[in-house]
């Protein structure tokens, strides 16, 4: 069956270190993976994309990774800070489907301590 | 610049009623998408609109419906509610259907069946 996975429900991590997410996905071809990120009682915000030809992607504090091989996208934030707590989507657009929506895992709730 | 609007923010409904919700994209954007989205979980995509036709559907019952105006806004119909129907219903437009561009998402609608 089609899955993508979001290894951890939460993350704790102190302020100023990297937060490392991990999302997995089976049986899918992505055509490119998205992530996003959710604050309580919003909308997801789009942060940043990368097509399946492309290994790593970078913005500000920001990295994304994609290994087609795995099955495995990683997102790094830097030097973390407590407004950085939120919950983080990973999605992606299939590339075995005719439009562009997005199939999404159930999310990663990250708290930065200070 | 307006971002993604939904109306209304908040509804109660009961068993059996049907609901209508709204939204406006980002201006400029011309394909609307709608999902649904259950306490801890992603979002799921109900049904994708581009030039007033649904372009994509998801895995929900006849019971979800859309439309789409020619101003590009959009509306969700459900008939029929069920319990299992209360969620955060999110509405999210892009340029251009087919094309690799991120989803702008609005706060979304919160839906409570009674």
């Known amino acids: 069956s089609q899955k993508i996975e979001q290894n951890s429900e939460a993350l704790n991590i102190q302020e100023g270190k990297t937060a490392t997410l991990t999302c997995n996905y089976t049986n899918y071809s992505p055509a490119y993976l998205q992530w996003y990120r959710q604050d309580p009682g919003r909308g997801p915000v789009f942060l940043l994309l990368?097509?399946?030809?492309?290994k790593e992607k970078r913005k500000e504090r920001l990295k994304v990774t994609f290994d087609t091989t795995l099955k495995q996208s990683l997102f790094h934030i830097t030097a973390s800070q407590p407004a950085d707590s939120a919950t983080y989507l990973c999605a992606l657009v299939s590339l075995n489907q005719a439009g562009t929506a997005l199939i999404f895992g159930k999310g990663t709730t990250l708290s930065v301590s200070s | 610049d307006a971002g993604v609007t939904q109306s209304p923010t908040h509804l109660i409904k009961t068993r059996g009623q049907q609901v209508t919700l709204r939204c406006s994209p980002k201006?400029?954007?011309?394909?609307v998408s709608w999902y649904q989205q259950a306490l801890g979980q992603g979002p799921q995509f109900i049904f994708q609109?581009?030039?007033?036709?649904?372009?994509q559907r998801g895995n929900f019952p006849d019971r979800f419906s859309g439309h789409q105006f020619p101003n590009y806004s959009s509306e969700l119909n459900v008939n029929a509610l069920l319990l299992g129907d209360s969620a955060l219903y999110l509405c999210?437009?892009?340029?251009?259907?087919?094309?690799?561009?991120?989803?702008?998402f609005g706060d979304g609608t919160r839906l409570s069946i009674l």
């Open positions: 201006s400029g954007h011309d394909t």
């Open positions: 609109y581009y030039e007033e036709e649904e372009r």
């Open positions: 990368i097509r399946e030809n492309e």
């Open positions: 999210a437009s892009s340029l251009r259907q087919g094309s690799n561009q991120p989803q702008h």
